[in-house]
């Protein structure tokens, strides 16, 4: 039996099949389902190889997992077969600050990761909302990012190499400890963002940046959407590149200030949340760059003046997320067409684009996001045992990927693809799409490695 093969390798303490278990192993944060067969878990390498020998030899899926915080039904057993619970491999294991690098086991939760970090003087900048609780191997499996991605790019910029279990049970390393290489084809990029469908990442070793001497926080409101989404094309094209830049539309401050009155926050059609950083000198010239493109566009700026200034107005975006389904009370959040990215100067279309669908529809829509990349979230919540309200959720979904592919743009632009988006990969990428789909065949034959996934 597999189950005596799998204990064989990891003992008994370690492999599950008890249907209790399993079932905590059954979902993701997404509504998207599945059952496992058996759950194991694994401590190195050397162990994940043996497992996947085993699955191999039995033609079994394999489903990598993290913490779970994914949103579309990534790490979920929806074809059943072996989940790894990877929460084991948790440790940092070299800090390299005279290399610049760090060296992690996929199981480091990124919150964790950056306290080590910070305490040398440096940080990892993708920096997702979930921190608190996401991996950063899944962070890496789904090419993740955050809020600093305007200035500091997205994970795919900080990984150097990966130590990755194939499907055979072979392990590679997909890059090497210099800072560039030029040699072969770059398939540490091809790892990240494959969303445990081509091998298992068991190590990665990560670039570090210095954290900056200092920062600033501004908020600018503004009258109408649109003009908020043309103060951040006009802020990007006037050379300021913030570290971050956050939208909330009318409905998520309304939600946050329902879940936090205390916070404090304006009722505008519109807000947008600034941080710049870097030198001194530097900063207070940002500012200045900031608020003269914001005022051009018709937004009212405030800079905050101290630490709870700056405190109060992230957290208040922070809370967006959990906050949605404070304006329709007794429904849930649903996600679908969440995660989206549009080229820069089209997000004041988009903006105004996604409020006309929801009215289309007869549901409210929360827009939030890192506008500064192009990258926008909605928040949809619904009755979810209403068959009329699911084909409402569907309609907005495919009205908002229409225009959004039409502008040239991407569906998922940081939560990955997993289950729910599966069926737009070959509309989204066209003949693109088959190339990958010839990847993961001569990579994965059998095609054991998180079936179901990304459409494959």
């Known amino acids: 039996m597999i189950i005596e093969e799998l204990r064989a390798i990891l003992g008994k303490d370690?492999?599950?099949?008890?249907?209790?278990?399993?079932?905590?192993?059954s979902f993701d944060s997404s509504y998207i389902r599945g059952s496992a067969d058996y759950?194991?878990?694994?401590?190195?390498?050397?162990?994940i190889s043996a497992i996947v020998k085993v699955a191999s030899k039995h033609k079994v899926p394999i489903v990598p997992r993290g913490s779970a915080s994914g949103l579309t039904g990534g790490s979920v057993p929806v074809k059943g077969g072996i989940v790894l619970d990877m929460a084991s491999m948790n440790r940092i294991l070299e800090v390299e600050i005279d290399n610049l690098q760090v060296l992690i086991e996929p199981g480091v939760i990124h919150k964790a990761l950056n306290k080590e970090l910070v305490k040398h003087g440096f940080f990892f900048p993708p920096d997702p909302g979930s921190s608190d609780m996401c991996t950063v191997g899944g962070l890496i499996a789904n090419g993740g990012s955050g809020m600093h991605s305007v200035k500091y790019g997205t994970v795919k910029d900080y990984v150097l190499d990966l130590e990755v279990v194939l499907p055979n049970g072979d392990i590679i390393h997909t890059g090497c400890n210099a800072p560039k290489s030029s040699s072969g084809y770059d398939l540490t990029r091809l790892f990240v963002g494959s969303e445990g469908t081509l091998g298992i990442i068991t190590k990665a070793r990560l670039k570090l940046y210095p954290l900056p001497e200092t920062k600033a926080i501004l908020m600018a409101c503004f009258d109408r959407i649109e003009d908020a989404g043309r103060a951040a094309v006009t802020t990007l094209s006037s050379g300021v590149i913030p570290a971050a830049m956050e939208i909330m539309d009318a409905s998520a401050i309304q939600a946050v200030k329902k879940i936090d009155p205390s916070l404090d926050i304006p009722d505008v059609e519109a807000m947008l949340l600034f941080e710049v950083d870097g030198y001194k000198e530097g900063v207070a010239r940002q500012v200045q760059g900031v608020v003269a493109a914001c005022e051009k566009c018709g937004g009212r700026t405030v800079v905050a003046k101290d630490k709870n200034e700056e405190e109060r107005l992230w957290s208040a975006r922070r809370l967006v997320g959990v906050?949605?389904?404070?304006?329709?009370p007794g429904k849930v959040r649903v996600y679908e067409a969440e995660d989206i990215g549009v080229p820069i100067k089209h997000v004041p279309f988009m903006l105004k684009t996604i409020q006309e669908i929801g009215r289309k529809h007869g549901m409210p829509l929360v827009t939030y996001g890192h506008i500064g990349?192009?990258?926008?979230?909605?928040?949809i919540a619904i009755d979810t045992r209403s068959e009329e309200e699911w084909k409402k959720v569907h309609a907005i979904k495919d009205d908002i990927y229409d225009v959004v592919l039409?502008?040239?743009?991407?569906l998922p632009g940081e939560h990955g693809t997993g289950v729910i988006r599966g069926s737009y990969m070959t509309r989204a990428h066209g003949k693109s799409y088959e190339v990958m789909k010839a990847i993961k065949r001569a990579i994965d034959p059998d095609g054991i490695m998180n079936p179901g996934k990304m459409g494959m």
């Not at 370690?14 to 192993?25: F, I």
Request: glycine letters at 10%.
């Open 14 to 25: 370690r492999v599950t099949d008890d249907p209790a278990e399993l079932y905590c192993y």
């Open 323 to 328: 906050a949605v389904t404070k304006l329709n």
């Open 406 to 410: 039409s502008l040239g743009g991407t």
């Open 39 to 47: 759950v194991v878990r694994p401590q190195t390498a050397e162990e």
């Open 373 to 379: 990349d192009g990258n926008l979230h909605t928040g």
